[in-house]
């Protein structure tokens, strides 16, 4: 069974920093491609960043795009999402999500949440002024 965990959630002030993770087991996870996506309270769900981690080809909403990091670490299985200069903006859940197939090198972004069907259950964000 494909389980994605997501942490590193919390309260921060506008300015401030934080990186979250998600932990994935249950299938080969150097084959597959990761996206982070959020979804603030009244909105739609929205893509932040993803990588394809057979390419390390990586993308970045513009709203986060110089402020944001994914990264990934295969011995933990885990990737990393890290969150620079906050804003009261980012103020959101956040999920991380697989595809269901492996992203081969060249594989198009993956930029819409239906393109998903592996979901963590958030971790939330929450950025005062």
């Known amino acids: 069974e494909v389980t994605l965990v997501e942490s590193g959630g919390g309260s921060v002030q506008a300015g401030e920093s934080l990186r979250l993770s998600c932990t994935a087991s249950g299938f080969t996870f150097d084959d597959y491609a990761i996206g982070w996506f959020r979804q603030a309270p009244g909105k739609e769900r929205e893509v932040v960043s993803f990588?394809?981690?057979?390419?390390?080809?990586?993308y970045y909403a513009d709203s986060v795009k110089g402020r944001f990091t994914i990264s990934t670490n295969s011995a933990k299985n885990t990737v990393y999402l890290q969150m620079n200069n906050l804003k009261p903006e980012d103020t959101a859940v956040y999920y991380c999500?697989?595809?269901?197939?492996?992203?081969?090198?060249?594989?198009?972004?993956?930029?819409?949440?239906?393109?998903?069907?592996?979901w963590g259950r958030g971790t939330q964000v929450t950025v005062s002024p």
């Open positions: 990588i394809n981690r057979m390419d390390h080809n990586t």
């Open positions: 999500a697989a595809p269901p197939a492996p992203s081969p090198t060249g594989a198009p972004l993956l930029l819409f949440p239906n393109l998903y069907d592996h």
